[in-house]
């Protein structure tokens, strides 16, 4: 059976999966970077860690959420605040990323994640930045970066994967902040 615990992921990898793997068409090996790692990107990480993913960089404001991410199977975790997140990324994957997933919501990270794309990149967002974006977008029409949009997934998507206890414990041993009783 499935815990309820781990029933409440469904949707939310379901999600993860969707934007992920199907519409950035994701393949193995390629090196994806995800900007914010709380509950949705750690879902992203662990979705493209399964999927085969290259090197998983995790870039995060939260030492807390850089060391869950390391722990969960990010190969690099990169701090915004102390260092240049660009240079950073450009040491590690010389080539840039293949997949930027943008999972904090905000103004901030949605320029970090144009800024990271290489050319004929793929920008995943998995977040709503709340606020009108000033961001330059000449990059990405340069560059010729795909802006990929993913909110839902579908419940058949995380099913499967949420039985595979090998993929989801790890999540909720460690990468689940909380739970509030009903």
Known sequence: GVSFDAACLTEPLSGAWKGVVQYSEMQVGDDV???????????CLLVARAAGAGRLVAIDT????????????????VDPVGEDARARVYEILP???????????????????VSLCRPRGRLVLKS????????????????????IGSRCGLFSRGLPALLDHRFVA?????????????
Do not use: C
């Open 33 to 43: 970077v995800i900007i914010g790692v709380g509950s949705i990107g750690l879902l």
């Open 62 to 77: 939260s030492a807390h959420a850089r060391r869950r991410a390391l722990a969960l199977g990010a190969t690099h975790a």
């Open 95 to 113: 080539g840039g990323p293949d997949v930027v997933v943008e999972a904090t919501g905000s103004e901030h990270g949605f320029q970090e994640a």
């Open 128 to 147: 709503t930045i709340a606020a009108r974006s000033g961001t330059d977008l000449a990059p990405v029409v340069v560059n010729e970066v795909q802006i």
């Open 170 to 182: 790890p999540l909720l041993q460690g990468g689940v902040s909380g739970s509030l009783q009903l």
